[in-house]
């Protein structure tokens, strides 16, 4: 393994000099021979954030707390949250959902599927637009 991952970084470092100074390609290619050698130890998967989520911090320096974690299903912690945000604004979309929870787009899209799972939100039509039940 240590004679592959070195061949590898040898042969990046050639591709590298040959290429433009300053060149975003030279940067990729030292980062792939990196990674070569020294994996990910976990590498993301799937709706599975890339890092550790971090809780945001409250003005007066105590943790406000992160997001709950939960799969965008309607056994999420933020499903009721959701709906009450799409009857609300009598508006159901994923970017309105992701601004107001403060959450990524798969799991924000997820919960809106599991709210026409539900029967809250209509299929969405040929125009774009949902009709949020009362």
Same mark, same amino acid.
């Given at each position: 393994?240590?004679?592959?991952?070195?061949?590898?970084?040898?042969?990046?470092?050639?591709?590298?000099?040959?290429?433009?100074?300053?060149?975003?390609? $030279?940067?990729?290619?030292?980062?792939?021979?990196?990674?070569?050698?020294?994996?990910?130890?976990?590498?993301?998967?799937?709706?599975?954030?890339?890092?550790?989520?971090?809780?945001?911090? *409250?003005?007066?320096?105590?943790?406000?707390?992160?997001?709950?974690?939960?799969?965008?299903?309607?056994?999420?912690?933020?499903?009721?949250?959701?709906?009450?945000?799409?009857?609300?604004?009598?508006? $159901? *979309?994923?970017?309105?959902?992701?601004?107001?929870?403060?959450?990524?787009?798969?799991?924000?899209?997820?919960?809106?599927?599991?709210?026409?799972?539900?029967?809250?939100?209509?299929?969405?039509?040929?125009?774009?637009?949902?009709?949020?039940?009362?």
């Amino acid at each position: 393994m240590a004679e592959t991952a070195e061949g590898a970084i040898k042969s990046a470092l050639t591709l590298a000099k040959e290429l433009p100074g300053g060149s975003r390609s $030279a940067d990729l290619l030292l980062v792939a021979a990196i990674e070569i050698m020294e994996p990910s130890p976990r590498p993301a998967k799937g709706h599975e954030p890339v890092r550790e989520q971090r809780p945001v911090l *409250s003005l007066n320096g105590e943790a406000a707390g992160a997001v709950p974690p939960g799969d965008g299903s309607a056994s999420d912690p933020l499903y009721d949250q959701a709906v009450e945000v799409v009857r609300t604004h009598q508006r $159901a *979309s994923i970017s309105l959902v992701q601004r107001h929870l403060r959450i990524g787009y798969n799991r924000a899209s997820n919960l809106l599927e599991a709210m026409e799972a539900q029967s809250v939100v209509s299929v969405m039509q040929s125009n774009g637009n949902r009709h949020v039940s009362a």
